[in-house]
């Protein structure tokens, strides 16, 4: 999840952490990587400006950021907007079983509606890296 501050509009990212704020937080197994915005043009920068015109290893990056587990968000996005969130267990394969439904519902009905299979494997598989 890259974040930003002053977006000039509500990037998914945001709009998902007010969601969190004003609906109900999902727990469930795995977790997300945040990454500062500003940390990934440093990074883009840095590539641009390095003496690799003749590297031929065709290396590649990550920029990650820090993973926190579901639980572990809750906390953090609950004590920055000042409330106590509303939180919801829900085992990963039930988040993946609603992805599959929702995808199949969207091809009878227009539902706009960030609820996926592909969304639901990122937020239930996605490992910790081990340090």
């Known amino acids: 999840m890259v974040l930003a501050p002053y977006e000039p509009k509500?990037?998914?990212?945001?709009?998902?952490?007010?969601?969190f704020i004003?609906?109900?937080m999902p727990i469930t197994s795995s977790g997300v990587q945040f990454v500062d915005a500003r940390d990934?043009?440093?990074a883009h920068r840095l590539?641009?400006?390095?003496?690799?015109a003749d590297d031929k290893t065709c290396e590649r990056y990550i920029i990650g950021g820090h993973f926190y587990n579901w639980a572990e968000i809750a906390d953090?996005?609950?004590?920055?907007?000042v409330k106590t969130l509303?939180?919801?267990l829900i085992l990963g394969n039930v988040c993946r079983a609603l992805g599959v439904a929702f995808d199949l519902?969207?091809?009878l009905f227009p539902i706009k509606?960030?609820?996926?299979?592909?969304a639901m494997n990122i937020v239930s598989y996605l490992p910790a890296l081990k340090k």
């Open 10 to 19: 509500l990037a998914e990212s945001n709009s998902a952490i007010i969601k």
């Open 22 to 24: 004003t609906s109900i």
């Open 40 to 42: 990934v043009v440093i």
């Open 47 to 52: 590539l641009l400006e390095a003496d690799i």
């Open 76 to 81: 953090l996005v609950g004590l920055v907007a």
């Open 86 to 88: 509303l939180k919801i």
């Open 105 to 107: 519902c969207r091809k």
């Open 113 to 118: 509606h960030p609820i996926s299979a592909e």
